[in-house]
């Protein structure tokens, strides 16, 4: 991170304006385009961006930025666009299944807490991971991505994906290994 960044970050969480301002003007129009990319809906776009920059404001005091503030922008717009993605998939595969005639399901108060704390440890287990490797295994698992496409869009090469979904896989299996029988009771109605 050069000088004039480490100023901005400064003047950022002194709580100036200007420095907000500044940041807005310059990385506003490129982040909506770049958040365009993945959702091709302008308004999703603008309102992942703006949501982005909100979060900024709101944590100016706290900001930890290791690498550039235009890599830190660009990371906050490319997982807010996942999460939208993600939410989408979720809720077109619910409308295919209530499309399908089928029943609604009421899943019991003990599989919902199986599920609950299942989510929450897969969710605990990602974290450990790698900043490089994790983003390689929510593109390959979440968002179904061949390794390919996420070579593509991550500019690396295949076997780099290749090698870092393998770390992430052993290190997944190592932070659930306690967590397996759970895992299984609550695919059991997913496996056929």
């Not at 666009?81 to 077109?92: D, E, G, S, W």
């Not at 991971?129 to 991550?154: G, H, M, N, T, W």
């Amino acid at each position: 991170m050069d000088l004039l960044e480490q100023q901005v970050i400064t003047s950022l969480r002194e709580g100036q304006d200007t420095a907000f301002e500044m940041l807005f003007k310059t990385y506003y129009e490129p982040l909506c385009n770049y958040a365009y990319s993945f959702l091709n809906d302008r308004e999703e776009a603008e309102e992942v961006v703006q949501s982005a920059f909100i979060t900024v404001w709101d944590k100016r005091q706290s900001l930890e930025i290791q690498t550039s503030v235009k890599s830190y922008l660009y990371r906050m717009v490319r997982n807010g666009c996942l999460n939208v993605i993600k939410h989408v998939k979720v809720k077109a595969a619910h409308l295919r299944h209530e499309m399908a005639g089928g029943e609604p399901s009421y899943e019991g108060a003990s599989q919902g807490v199986i599920s609950s704390e299942l989510e929450q440890k897969i969710y605990e287990a990602m974290k450990a991971l790698p900043e490089q490797c994790r983003l390689v295994f929510q593109l390959s698992r979440f968002e179904e991505l061949k390794y390919q496409e996420i070579a593509d869009q991550l500019n690396i090469s295949v076997k780099t994906v290749e090698n870092q979904m393998g770390k992430a896989l052993k290190i997944m299996r190592t932070q659930l290994k306690d967590y397996l029988p759970l895992f299984l009771i609550f695919m059991k109605d997913w496996i056929a």
